[in-house]
């Protein structure tokens, strides 16, 4: 897709594509064929610039036709480099400026438990936007009204553009930091959907608090002349011997998964 595209980010997409398979098929409430349905869970991208992945699992879960991701960026279709509201059914949110998510997210979940309904609220976010200070706002106001039904998932995957998280603008100890604003914090291997998704569901039986998952990634998962390298964070790998070997490294992770687990 990106290379399709001619542009776009690698690393995000990359890393996060265990989290959305979870997501889609093991912890949404959702209907692909009524995406619509008042009663679905909402999942809000925050970091809205690794929605390839996002666009690649919805497809495969039914959301609408494959062939269509090849159209990723270009000029009249549904599918941008950003998420957009509207433009595609099933994406609930426009997103851009980072740290904007958990803003739209704990609004939804205010609301849901307004009006005492069942659906939950997930937040999908890099850590790099943690830099933001409207997201420890929204943190105050997620713990300040319980919001128990909104649940926080952070990339933790050490990287932005310019460098690693650390180097930019120091983000540990994170966990500590969450707590002292009054959310639950758990952590996984977020690359592994199994111990993912026994999180989530940890997250989902705590009834007092909201909950922040923080998800260790390995950016540019899979391939191994883009993991943990911070110059992939918005860079696609060149048309020709690089992209086939992206992709064969892909193919041959997917398979190695497969049978491991048959």
Known sequence: MLVEAGSGHSAGPLGMADIFTAMYFHVLVHDPKNPDW?????????????????????????????????????????????????????????????????????????AALMDKAPWRVYCLMSDGELQAGQTWEAMLFAARNKLYNCTFIIDRNNIQIDG?????????????????????????????????????????????????IIADTIPGYGVDFMEYDFSWHGKIPASGAESKRAIQQIRSLGGKITSEHE
Do not use: W
């Not at 699992?57 to 998420?83: D, W």
């Not at 199994?194 to 909201?210: L, M, N, T």
């Open 38 to 110: 008042k009663d679905r869970d909402r999942l809000i991208l925050s970091n809205g610039h690794i929605v390839p992945v996002q666009y690649a699992a919805m497809a495969r879960a039914g959301y609408f036709p494959k062939k269509l991701l090849m159209s990723l960026r270009k000029f009249g279709s549904p599918l941008q480099g950003h998420p957009e509201y509207r433009s595609l059914p099933g994406i609930e949110t426009t997103s851009g400026p980072l740290g904007s998510g958990s803003s739209q997210a704990i609004g939804m979940a205010y």
């Open 164 to 212: 690693t998280t650390e180097e930019v603008m120091p983000l540990e100890p994170l966990q500590e930091k969450f707590e002292a604003f009054g959310l639950q914090v758990l952590r996984c291997a977020g690359n592994d959907i199994r111990e993912f998704v026994q999180v989530v569901a940890h997250a989902q039986g705590i009834s007092e608090k909201p909950t922040v």
